[in-house]
């Protein structure tokens, strides 16, 4: 079975600049989250996606963040524009049932 | 609000030692507790999943454990090596979504 895809792997940007973020879940699973984990810290949830719905983006800083799950499958997570304390690891995981979540390998940000 | 606090943050210890983490939540209303491994820059990994009816899990050369009264779990590494290296975080799933700890960054030393 495949796992959690997301890419780019690493992006460095300037800051005002606008980045995307794709993710692509294991196959059937209806929930997808993304998450921010700035270094040092665990990682926070920023959305997440029940199908193509939005269940929680409480944490989500919607002036600049935005995200996506058009077709229940695929998310882009944007932010637009960056600013410097967005660097961090950004993490997009799938699960099945909402009681274990699998993880990709993170894109990692760097906004200078 | 459910807290989910590890310690230590960091921990350095020789190779062949035996060695545990800790891990405590403060709501014991949980469905499951999660402990993973990252390594520098890296995503998850899952280690082990305790469901909340479960006292314990082992999978090779760790053994987790979980007391929810008590609100704490434990992740016991036996016979430490260099590969080990790595920070380890838990996760307390509350109503479906994941509550982290900081991690505790662990160095075992050749």
């Known amino acids: 079975e495949a796992g959690v895809a997301q890419s780019p792997r690493y992006k460095i940007i300037e800051k005002r600049q606008s980045v995307a973020f794709w993710c692509n879940p294991i196959s059937g699973h209806a929930t997808l989250y993304w998450y921010q984990q700035i270094l040092g810290q665990g990682p926070k949830l920023l959305i997440q996606?029940?199908?193509?719905?939005?269940?929680?983006d409480s944490q989500l800083p919607k002036d600049r963040f935005s995200a996506e799950r058009l077709k229940g499958v695929d998310s882009t997570l944007k932010i637009q524009p960056a600013k410097l304390e967005d660097s961090a690891v950004y993490l997009c995981?799938?699960?099945?049932?909402?009681?274990?979540?699998?993880f990709g390998p993170g894109t990692r940000l760097l906004v200078l | 609000k459910q807290e989910v606090t590890q310690i230590p943050a960091a921990l350095s210890v020789p190779e062949g030692e035996n060695l545990v983490l800790n891990c405590s939540f403060t709501d014991s209303a949980i469905y499951n507790l999660q402990w993973f491994r990252q390594d520098p820059g890296k995503g998850l990994t899952s280690l082990l999943l305790?469901?909340?009816s479960q006292r314990e899990q082992t999978s090779g050369r760790l053994n987790a454990s979980l007391d929810k009264s008590s609100g704490r779990s434990t992740l016991y590494i036996a016979a430490s090596q260099p590969g080990d290296s790595a920070t380890y975080l838990c996760a307390v799933n509350l109503n479906y979504q994941l509550i982290w700890g900081a991690g505790t960054k662990l160095i075992i030393k050749p």
């Open positions: 995981a799938s699960s099945l049932n909402q009681l274990d979540q699998y």
């Open positions: 305790i469901q909340s």
């Open positions: 996606f029940q199908n193509n719905g939005v269940v929680d």
